[in-house]
T-cell receptor
Framework: AQSVTQPDIHITVSEGASLELRCNYS??????LFWYVQSPGQGLQLLLK??????LVQGIKGFEAEFKRSQSSFNLRKPSVHWSDAAEYFC???????????FGTGTRLLVSP | GAVVSQHPSRVICKSGTSVKIECRSL??????MFWYRQFPKKSLMLMAT?????????EQGVEKDKFLINHASLTLSTLTVTSAHPEDSSFYIC????????????FGPGTRLTVT
């Protein structure tokens, strides 16, 4: 069965600094990978996704992620964090038929002034 | 982009009563919808897959008699929490993949259920 690990529960980054959120997955075939962001009390917004092709994926709000098959990773990055980026970030992997998603435990991003 | 709505956004009910949560795809049809439960400061746990015109598929450990799911049309799925207890208090989120469209899911804004 597929699984997703987000090793960092909390991360604090200074505003303007770069960000990298880690995500490792376990999946037997080529995975469909996603990053979602959730603000408090809100639903999930898709930041970006990887299905195939270029392993560096660009998303909304200046985020990008790189798929590394050899490391089973799909880390999320942003070169300069804004205070509005403070939220919970979830990495997810889609199953064979794609439709079911398995989520990681999430990483809470705090942005300091 | 595709929009999924949920109603209500918040609900408070008394222990022992039932509460219904609606999930609607507003501008696309969804033969399948998913229901997730999110505990405070935790990840999303898939509860069940709602299938239009057939029975829902429940994940292991989810009580199907407690969490009734009905997918009445291509744009509506409902989750009814029956005989609610305080431990059912949670954030419930639905999602829907766009049929025939891109292979991604669209999430509703969630429903905060509090059972007193």
């Amino acid at each position: 069965a597929q699984s997703v690990t987000q090793p960092d529960i909390h991360i604090t980054v200074s505003e303007g600094a770069s960000l990298e959120l880690r995500c490792n997955y376990s999946y037997g075939a080529t995975p469909y990978l996603f990053w979602y962001v959730q603000s408090p009390g809100q639903g999930l917004q898709l930041l970006l996704k990887y299905f195939s092709g270029d392993t560096l994926v660009q998303g909304i709000k200046g985020f990008e992620a790189e798929f590394k098959r050899s490391q089973s990773s799909f880390n999320l990055r942003k070169p300069s964090v804004h205070w509005s980026d403070a939220a919970e970030y979830f990495c997810a992997v889609g199953d064979t038929g794609f439709q079911k998603l398995v989520f990681g435990t999430g990483t809470r991003l705090l942005v300091s002034p | 982009g595709a929009v999924v709505s949920q109603h209500p956004s918040r609900v408070i009910c008394k222990s022992g009563t039932s509460v219904k949560i609606e999930c609607r795809s507003l501008d696309f049809q969804a033969t399948t919808m998913f229901w997730y439960r999110q505990f405070p400061k935790k990840s999303l746990m898939l509860m069940a897959t709602s299938n239009e015109g057939s029975k829902a598929t429940y994940e292991q450990g989810v009580e199907k008699d407690k969490f009734l799911i009905n997918h009445a049309s291509l744009t509506l799925s409902t989750l009814t929490v029956t005989s609610a207890h305080p431990e059912d208090s949670s954030f419930y989120i639905c999602s829907a993949p766009q049929r025939g469209g891109t292979v991604e899911q669209y999430f509703g804004p969630g429903t905060r259920l509090t059972v007193t």
